[in-house]
C-alpha cells in the first residue's frame, strides 16, 4: 500500500525560510500527482500547491505565489517545498498528498490521495 510521509517543519521567525519533503513509497503508479495543504487551527484545510510528474502542471494557491516553490524527484519519489518569506498566517500542519492515476493538477485529484500525517510549521512574529 502507499505511504506517504512528510519531514521538515519547525519554528522560525517571520521572514524566515523551510523546506518540506515528503517521500511516497508502495506506488503502482510510478507517475503520481503530489501536492501540499495546510490546516491551521480553525480552520479548513486548503491547497497550497501542486505538481504533476512531468512538471508541466504546477498549481499554487494564491496567498503562497512569489514565496513557495514545489519541485519533486521522481527517481526517489519525494516532494519538496521551498518556503521563503514565511509570515505568521502561514502557521499550520502541511500535509503531503500523493495521488496515482491522475495526470494534472486539476479537479478534485485530492479525494483520491494517500495522506500523510502532516509535519508543523509554526512562524513567529
Known amino acids: 500500500r502507499v505511504q506517504v510521509a512528510e519531514s521538515g517543519g519547525g519554528l522560525v521567525q517571520a521572514g524566515g525560510s523551510l523546506t518540506l519533503t515528503c517521500t511516497a513509497s508502495?506506488?503502482?503508479?510510478?507517475?503520481?500527482?503530489m501536492g501540499w495543504f495546510r490546516q491551521a487551527p480553525g480552520k479548513e484545510r486548503e491547497g497550497v500547491s501542486c505538481?504533476?510528474?512531468?512538471?508541466?502542471?504546477?498549481y499554487y494557491s494564491d496567498s503562497m505565489k512569489g514565496r513557495f516553490t514545489i519541485s519533486r524527484d521522481n527517481a526517489k519519489n519525494t516532494l519538496y517545498l521551498q518556503m521563503n518569506s514565511l509570515k505568521p498566517d502561514d502557521t499550520a500542519m502541511y500535509y503531503c498528498?500523493?495521488?496515482?492515476?491522475?495526470?494534472?493538477?486539476?479537479?478534485?485529484?485530492?479525494?483520491?490521495?494517500?495522506w500523510g500525517q502532516g509535519t508543523q510549521v509554526t512562524v513567529s512574529s
Open positions: 498528498a500523493v495521488a496515482e492515476l491522475y495526470d494534472y493538477c486539476s479537479g478534485s485529484w485530492w479525494l483520491d490521495a494517500n
Open positions: 508502495g506506488l503502482t503508479d510510478e507517475e503520481p500527482v
Open positions: 505538481i504533476n510528474w512531468s512538471g508541466d502542471s504546477i
